[in-house]
Nanobody, 125 residues
Framework: VQLQASGGGLVQAGGSLRLACAAS????????MGWFRQASGKEREFVAG????????SYADSVKGRFTISRDNAKNTVSLQMNSLKAEDTAVYYC???????????????????WGQGTLVTVSS
């Protein structure tokens, strides 16, 4: 399984970015997906999660109302729309895939077995 994240970059506070994660496998639609982030010197933390079908989502309190996770199972992609960005959103963002099939939303790091390479988001204040 290969997960390729893209869409990171430098943006001013208050701006928006859309991250995308493309999966190499044809069975992508069966699996629970998530986005995590890791700021410099900090632990990797949960950002958003989505169930296999895309009808259920969950968000960290710090991003609720500003970020939206979605997936397109026909295109094997999961996206993270980030609005009203803040300096504290600066981090490397990782998409992740669980081994759980047809399951509900997962939010803990150890629930995910496969990780993308990360994409850097820098928000200037």
């Amino acid at each position: 399984v290969q997960l390729q994240a893209s869409g990171g970059g430098l943006v001013q506070a208050g701006g928006s970015l859309r991250l995308a994660c493309a999966a190499s496998e044809g069975t992508f639609s069966r699996y629970v997906m998530g986005w995590f982030r890791q700021a410099s010197g900090k632990e990797r933390e949960f950002v958003a999660g989505i169930n296999w079908s895309g009808v259920a989502t969950s968000y960290a309190d710090s991003v609720k109302g500003r970020f939206t996770i979605s997936r397109d199972n026909a295109k094997n992609t999961v996206s993270l729309q980030m609005n009203s960005l803040k300096a504290e959103d600066t981090a490397v963002y990782y998409c992740a895939r669980s081994s759980q099939t047809y399951g509900g939303v997962l939010t803990t790091r150890n629930s995910f077995n496969f990780w993308g390479q990360g994409t850097l988001v820098t928000v200037s204040s």
